[in-house]
């Protein structure tokens, strides 16, 4: 892989060091879009160049994707037994998130593939969903961190009405976790007091997904 990395950045008249920083930036952070503050550099390295990086992390036991319309770019596992494990609270917010995303979508309100929102409209599906209480405002914002790191969300500014009220885009990145059996599977999902407090999520966006308790 050494030898193909120097070769395609001979080629490309680019250093060698840019294609390590994009390749580190999709391990960690699994996907890189276009429109985000800080990764533009990264996936616009990735469209140009996708037959390196395709060879590079299939080597690596994940496949790359690539969605030029939407200007999205990641990392999926190649084997179906891949999971990233959540846990209650944060399953049932990505429920709501791909729900928003799907009306959205539907309605035309979408901008290169992404659908705006805000927290106050995910806290009320929440409650309208799965009848709980939302989660306290710490809480809340951790689930957001961790869906942002994943690149499902981006956040944006408060309003100036309501400064506890964030605007939120979310991205295509949703519906690679969020899969329709998946989605199915968590519509008639009834919350109950004895309820896992973990859940299994496939990233893989041809994969069921199953629900196991440690």
Do not use: C, W
């Not at 705006?116 to 409650?127: G, P």
């Amino acid at each position: 892989m050494l030898k193909e990395l120097k070769k395609v950045a001979e080629e490309s008249g680019k250093d060698v060091k840019d294609f390590q920083h994009t390749a580190n930036f999709l391990l960690a952070n699994q996907f890189a879009s276009a429109y985000k503050h800080g990764q533009r550099k990264h996936y616009l390295l990735v469209e140009s160049y996708q037959d390196y990086f395709s060879h590079l992390f299939e080597a690596l036991g994940m496949k790359l994707y690539v969605n030029e319309n939407e200007r999205l770019s990641g990392l999926l596992p190649i084997e179906r037994e891949a999971f990233l494990r959540l846990k209650t609270d944060e399953t049932l917010f990505l429920l709501v998130l791909r729900q928003l995303y799907e009306e959205k979508i539907e309605n035309f309100e979408v901008d290169n593939g992404f659908v705006s929102t805000h927290t106050n409209a995910i806290l009320e599906r929440f409650v309208q969903l799965v009848k709980r209480d939302v989660p306290n405002e710490t809480r809340f914002k951790d689930i957001l961190t961790l869906l942002s790191r994943h690149g499902v969300i981006i956040r944006g500014k408060p309003f100036d009405e309501d400064v506890k009220n964030i605007m939120i885009n979310i991205t295509p990145v949703v519906r690679l976790i969020v899969t329709e059996a998946y989605l199915r599977q968590l519509e008639s999902f009834t919350v109950s007091d004895d309820v896992d407090e973990e859940d299994m999520i496939s990233s893989d966006m041809d994969s069921d997904v199953t629900t196991a308790s440690e």
